[in-house]
Nanobody, 118 residues
Framework: QVQLVESGGGLVQAGGSLRLSCAASGRTFSSSLMGWFRQAPGKEHELAAV????????YYPDSVKGRFTISGDNAKNTIYLQMNSLKPEDTAVYYC???????????WGQGTQVTVSS
């Protein structure tokens, strides 16, 4: 089993920054891709960033490209999401998870709330 614990969310004004952290434990080696998903009120989860442990390559959807940066420490099973130039539409609960074919691989953690005020 894999346990995921996210932290670092909060309330920030538009244009501000936040850094999210995710500590993973358990059989995380079963996923070479780790990522951040987010779920806005009334919407489904969407992928916000992905990192490939094998070569540290990253992927971002257009909605966050240039503003978000994913990084991680594979030895510590920890990933981060640096979010800059935040917009109100970034408001969501953010979750980390393994990624397989664009979908979450493990059970969700509790997530961390990010609220961006205009």
């Amino acid at each position: 089993q894999v346990q995921l614990v996210e932290s670092g969310g909060g309330l920030v004004q538009a244009g501000g920054s936040l850094r999210l952290s995710c500590a993973a434990s358990g059989r995380t080696f079963s996923s070479s891709l780790m990522g951040w998903f987010r779920q806005a009120p009334g919407k489904e989860h969407e992928l916000a960033a992905v990192i490939d442990w094998s070569d540290s390559s990253t992927y971002y959807p257009d909605s966050v490209k240039g503003r978000f940066t994913i990084s991680g420490d594979n030895a510590k099973n920890t990933i981060y999401l640096q979010m800059n130039s935040l917009k109100p539409e970034d408001t969501a609960v953010y979750y980390c998870n393994g990624v397989r074919k664009g979908n979450p691989q493990f059970a969700w953690g509790q997530g961390t709330q990010v609220t961006v005020s205009s």
